[in-house]
């Protein structure tokens, strides 16, 4: 069986994991310019040493309560050719995950609006929630963010 690795990130004080592989980087929070008539999600746009890059509210997306965190991270992930940055409250751990401690998340948790919910494992006995970070926007979302 072959480990899985992640890298976990919190939203408010809530831990979660995305796999190591959908993450190209991961960038201090910097100046995101605001995007006019954007998505409620979208905080705006990021330059990143010349790439421009919309930038996802994790806990807006997640209808998650802003709670004030003193530091943020944006987690740049590739989907094809597009880079979408996702802005967390923090970013600094990777973890190895035995396969064994990895379980399809609960059907009955899943609906159509939360289905970036790859898997759920068991790390340091906690349970944590791993987002597939290529579901959390839908192609079409992605199209109306590249054509804004």
């Not at 995101?32 to 905080?43: R, S």
């Not at 409250?89 to 899943?110: F, H």
């Amino acid at each position: 069986m072959a480990d899985k690795q992640y890298i976990i990130f919190k939203l408010n004080e809530e831990k979660f994991a995305a796999s190591i592989n959908h993450i190209a980087s991961i960038t201090e929070y910097a100046s995101i310019t605001p995007l006019p008539n954007g998505p409620a999600y979208i905080d705006g746009l990021l330059n990143l040493r010349g790439d421009i890059i919309p930038v996802v509210n994790l806990k807006k997306r997640f209808k998650m309560a802003e709670q004030k965190m003193n530091e943020k991270r944006i987690l740049i992930a590739r989907k094809g050719d597009i880079q979408i940055g996702f802005l967390v409250d923090d970013a600094s751990q990777s973890m190895t995950v035995e396969e064994s401690l990895i379980m399809p998340p609960p059907k009955i948790a899943i609906k159509r609006d939360n289905a970036y919910i790859s898997e759920v494992c068991v790390y340091n006995n906690e349970l944590i929630i791993v987002i597939d970070l290529d579901n959390v926007l839908s192609d079409e979302e992605i199209e109306e963010i590249i054509t804004l």
